[in-house]
């Protein structure tokens, strides 16, 4: 496992450049957000992943034909991003309001897997990561090479990444979560 050089943030009092906490965070996230561009048209779409530690690289799978898989080919350059939301900070101002947050930001490179062996190891942590109950053998069979066949693996390779969070004091006034207090329209 190779060290990953920071991408500078501008808020540098929000900047996470312990490693451990943007690996773990890239763990636990259960949404990523890729984004491409391909002949200057920006392109985001939601994906389920896994962060593969070992190789410093995020896997999701999807169509073997369409938007992603053209502008990775046509760009091979992606931004991925994954977050989680924390209380919300009430102030008395506008400008002062906010809310609590935690992200990953990584920029690296996509590319479609052709190998159909990382490709079923990486359709494999994929189950595994969010289908935890389930038993390998006993509830589901292996990947099949017809299944290969009907899906396209991604890989992102990390080229480097930043960590940002902002985290109020337990006892901050009105704090609360998201949801707790809105009104229904």
């Not at 530690?53 to 799978?61: D, G, K, P, V």
């Not at 990584?106 to 990486?122: I, L, M, N, Y």
């Not at 990561?129 to 990947?143: H, Q």
Request: net charge neutral.
């Amino acid at each position: 496992m190779k060290t990953i050089p920071f991408s500078p943030v501008k808020r540098k009092d929000r900047a996470v450049e312990d490693e451990a906490w943007i690996r773990s965070m890239l763990h636990r996230a259960a949404i990523g957000i890729m984004a491409t561009a391909n002949a200057g048209q920006p392109y985001i779409v939601a994906r389920h992943f896994v962060f593969d530690e070992t190789a410093n690289a995020i896997y999701m799978h999807g169509a073997l034909a369409g938007r992603t898989r053209t502008d990775i080919e046509a760009n091979p350059r992606v931004c991925f991003s994954v977050n989680e939301i924390g209380r919300m900070l009430p102030a008395p101002t506008a400008f002062a309001m906010g809310g609590e947050y935690a992200s990953v930001v990584v920029f690296g490179h996509a590319s479609a897997v052709s190998d159909p062996v990382e490709a079923t190891r990486a359709l494999q942590m994929l189950i595994e990561k969010y289908f935890v109950y389930l038993e390998y053998g006993k509830d589901y069979r292996a990947v099949q090479p017809e299944e290969l066949a009907r899906t396209l693996v991604y890989r992102i390779d990390i080229e480097e990444w930043s960590g940002k969070r902002k985290q109020a004091a337990e006892d901050f006034p009105g704090a609360f979560w998201f949801g707790e207090q809105r009104k229904v329209v």
